[in-house]
């Protein structure tokens, strides 16, 4: 019970620190600088997009940083494939550029744990042996079967 208020916590907390740092990028762009003027609402709102876009920002935050701003809210991307929602869609790309589940999970700030029936479950969804097993050629077509 202890450990699920905890991670509903650091889930909180993660949200709260993801807005707060749309927030302060959209404000500092708009504020004047030393070595810049500050950008126009209009030219603000068009960088946080582009940090939407760039991974820097999710679409939540920057359509709250927006909407508060009083900005137009970028239009939604088209439906991810198989209907993963934007954070899968994170979690996937960290996984193919070959971090570990913890490092997977520092970066989003949060806990991500799979149990191995759940791992199971993800595999056999994707067509691909569970975890434990040797992945052969037919199971993944075109790639080796060592490392290279």
Do not use: W
Not at 69 to 82: D, E, I, L
């Amino acid at each position: 019970m202890l450990q699920q208020r905890l991670l509903t916590l650091r889930a909180v907390v993660a949200d709260c620190a993801r807005l707060l740092a749309a927030a302060d990028a959209y404000h500092a762009m708009t504020e004047d600088r030393p070595h810049r003027p500050g950008l126009s609402a209009a030219a603000a709102a068009s960088q946080l997009v582009e940090g939407l876009h760039a991974g820097r920002f999710d679409r939540t935050e920057v359509d709250a940083v927006l909407a508060a701003a009083g900005q137009a809210s970028p239009r939604p991307r088209a439906a991810h494939p198989a209907g993963l929602t934007d954070r899968e869609i994170q979690v996937l790309r960290l996984i193919a550029r070959g971090r570990a589940n913890k490092q997977v999970a520092a970066a989003l700030g949060t806990v991500l744990s799979l149990s191995g029936r759940e791992q199971t479950v993800l595999h056999r969804e994707q067509g691909r042996p569970g975890p434990g097993r040797s992945a052969s050629r037919s199971a993944f077509p075109g790639t080796p079967t060592t490392p290279p």
